[in-house]
């Protein structure tokens, strides 16, 4: 299929449905540096291009749909991470927000640890040559096979979730003869300002054990008795997509006064805390986040008062960001398939992906932008959605958006900010094959994540 523009393309639908918020940007051209990869630009011919490669040459290459992750950014941010924290914290990459072998070797020149929270998670990290010793072990129902292999691996941590596990976790170590490195998750009660399913600090959920009612000063009690366990810290994650830090200041002001509570009891200094992650990213220039070296100097100030207001030694302080570091770095190259002007709504524009590379719109109602990237347009502005191929009408990736009013099947567009929580929440629904992500570095390509093929989809259907 031609990617040229289509010269009887629907010239429609330029109007905004009641309620629609946002207005056209002056340039549907323009590529807004807050939401694409850093070395995303437009070359003189209008082709949009990563990594010094154009994207009509990506697609021809590799198809569509693709994720093209550009590892001078991934590195970069990982690197502004590491800088901004220093010498004295860690910052562990939450490995869930997308993994590959490829991604583990990154982080790990690049001196990072790494946040696994499954058996397969951290089967990638050991194949790939992380150290064990700079794995954390998350989770709220590891299953024995996963705390036995994790303690046979040699985890630097595992942080426990429940009173079972905390049972759990030092018979297992015991019948190994080893002691485990552990930290005791708590909810702080923190009502973080994100979606209802991605906030994790407030009481009614599944995640940890709760500070309200002496909870978690009984689960440290369980612990600091167990041989198997050794208590090194305490763990917070509040949420995911936060923007405001008064959350977090609320979280360690609530795992200081543990610490101190902990000491005042059974006389012992824990020497770790760990804020967990969540800082948001732009999906589209409405969103401001704070850079690394914002929220470290941040996290670093509350933790040292209310450390110096508790008369406590200041703990390492550890963190562990997934979508901050990741989000930004990767797009979503689409092709367009259909387009569906609906007189007086909108234009549907359909691509050949969907709710399979992309379940945050669909779950989370997720807001990202898009631009087309095979060309420029002077066309006027429409107002479309762009949906997927799925046999479902919430298969939404881009609810509303303008792309030029010639946009023709055959264009290819693409959606930025899809580097986490995309390919790692990925599905085959409809049998769609996963895509591939593609990592573009100085005018090189190559795949790090193979697409998926029907052979893949047919050898496990043994039936
Ligand atoms: N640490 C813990 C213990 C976590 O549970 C998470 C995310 C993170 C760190 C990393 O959070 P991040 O910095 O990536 O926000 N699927 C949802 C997000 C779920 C996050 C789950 N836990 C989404 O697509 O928005």
């Known amino acids: ?37 850093s070395t995303v630009t437009r070359t003189p011919d209008g082709v949009v291009s990563v990594g010094g490669i154009e994207v009509t040459r990506l697609a021809e290459e590799f198809g569509t749909p693709a994720y093209l992750i550009d590892e001078v950014d991934f590195r970069e941010r990982a690197r502004a991470w590491r800088t ?23 982080l790990h020149e690049e001196g990072l640890n790494l946040d696994v929270c499954s058996g397969g998670e951290l089967a990638t990290a050991l194949s790939a040559g992380m150290p064990a010793d700079r794995i954390a072990f998350h989770g709220n129902n590891k299953s024995v096979d996963e ?160 450390c110096e207001g508790a008369k406590l030694r200041t703990p390492r302080i550890s963190v562990e960001p997934g979508r901050a570091i990741v989000g930004p770095t990767a797009f979503t190259l689409y092709e367009v398939g259909t387009i569906k002007p609906l007189e007086g709504l909108r234009t549907y524009v359909s691509v050949d992906g969907g709710m399979s590379d992309n379940i945050r719109t669909a779950l989370y109602d997720a807001e990202y932008s898009v631009a087309l990237v095979s060309r420029t347009s002077e066309a006027a502005p429409m107002l479309v959605r762009v949906v997927g191929k799925h046999c479902e009408s919430g298969d939404i990736v881009v609810k509303d958006a303008f792309l030029p009013a010639d946009l023709a099947p055959g264009d290819l567009i693409a959606v930025p900010a899809t580097g986490a929580y995309c390919r790692s929440m990925a599905s085959n629904y409809n049998h769609a094959l996963r895509p591939p992500v593609v990592a573009v570095r100085e005018g090189e390509a190559r795949v790090i994540v193979r697409r998926e093929t029907e052979e893949d989809l047919l050898r496990l259907d043994v039936g």
């Open 84 to 106: 901004a924290f220093g010498a004295d914290a860690d910052v562990f990459y939450a490995g869930k927000a997308f993994l590959s072998r490829a991604v583990v070797r990154w």
């Open 147 to 306: 705390i036995e292999t994790a303690i046979r691996a040699g985890v630097g941590r595992i942080v426990l979730d429940s009173f079972q596990e905390i049972v759990r976790v030092a018979h297992v170590a015991q019948s190994l003869g080893k002691r485990q490195r552990v930290q005791i998750r708590i909810t702080v009660g923190v009502e973080a300002h994100t979606h209802e399913f991605i906030a994790t600090a407030h009481e009614d959920q599944k995640f940890g054990i709760p500070l309200a009612g002496g909870q978690a000063a009984e689960a440290v009690r369980r612990a600091l008795q167990l041989d198997g366990l050794e208590l090194i810290g305490i763990h917070s994650h509040i949420g995911s997509q936060i923007f405001d830090m008064s959350g977090f200041e609320v979280a360690a002001h609530r795992v200081v006064g543990l610490l101190k509570d902990i000491r005042d009891e059974h006389g012992v200094e824990l020497p770790e805390i760990d804020l967990g992650g969540g800082l948001g990213i732009a999906y589209t220039s409405d969103d401001d986040p704070r850079e690394p070296h914002e929220i470290a100097k941040a996290l670093n100030e509350i933790v040292s008062r209310e």
């Open 1 to 37: 299929m031609s990617r040229s523009a289509h010269p009887a393309g629907p010239r429609h639908a330029d109007v905004l449905p009641e309620g629609h918020p946002s207005a056209p940007p002056a340039d549907l051209n323009h590529l807004d540096r807050k939401v694409w990869a």
